[in-house]
């Protein structure tokens, strides 16, 4: 019984707690976020090569959930992956230890002299929630 209450406060502890945006959506849920990098002519393979040897566990040295990663069948310059964090709060944490990261500055530069120049031309990127039907939540 004792059991039973215990779990039953900690469930209305954490609903009372919830912060939601304008929106409605539950701050502390899992977002994900959907990037799209468009590079210059002929240089996705540097940037799979810096994913491959760099970006990837920088990411998840810095708290970032890889979800995957896609080139489009009809588009030869352009990587798009999604990633995964406990909130939105903590995907602005990782952001910023990674774009501070020594390594990640590094690596940018070193591939960036090997490729004569910027890799990526564009990003774009785009925040989600799972929908309560969502078998990825």
Sequence with gaps: MLRIVAVAVALV???????????GQDLKAQIFEIRTYTTNPGLLDNLHERFRDHTNHLFVKHGM???????????????????AFDSASARETSW??????????????????????????????????????????
């Design 96 to 137: 910023q230890a990674f774009r501070d990261d020594p390594q990640w500055q590094e690596a940018y530069e070193a591939s960036r002299v090997k490729a004569g120049g910027p890799i990526v031309d564009n990003v774009e990127s785009t925040l989600m929630y799972a929908t309560d039907y969502s078998p990825i939540r």
């Design 13 to 23: 502890a954490s609903h009372t707690l919830a912060v939601h945006d304008a929106a």
């Design 65 to 83: 959930k890889l979800v995957g990663y896609w080139t489009p069948a009809d588009q030869d310059n352009t990587l798009i992956y999604i990633l």
